[in-house]
């Protein structure tokens, strides 16, 4: 997980960048989920992207709070 956190802080750091530039109507945002499969706990691929995409809706609620 550790590599997922490294991506994401670089994208948010060009989406800030992008955001920051003047003129804008609008601002971008970002919420990703990120899940790995465990080789000894096979998971299905609908499993991986329900689990990840529930993770992507924790963080687009947090970011409302």
Same mark, same amino acid.
């Given at each position: 997980?550790?590599?997922?956190?490294?991506?994401?802080? %670089?994208? +948010?750091? +060009?989406?800030?960048?992008?955001? $920051? %530039?003047?003129? %804008?109507?609008?601002?971008?945002?970002? $919420?990703?989920?990120?899940?790995?499969?465990?080789?000894?706990?096979?998971?299905?691929?609908?499993?991986?992207? $329900? +689990? *990840?995409? *529930?993770?992507?809706?924790? +963080?687009?609620?947090?970011?409302? $709070?």
């Amino acid at each position: 997980m550790e590599n997922s956190s490294i991506i994401e802080d %670089r994208l +948010q750091k +060009q989406i800030g960048i992008n955001n $920051s %530039r003047e003129n %804008r109507d609008y601002v971008l945002s970002m $919420s990703i989920g990120v899940v790995y499969n465990d080789t000894e706990n096979h998971s299905t691929i609908d499993e991986l992207m $329900s +689990q *990840a995409d *529930a993770l992507m809706y924790e +963080q687009k609620k947090g970011k409302r $709070s």
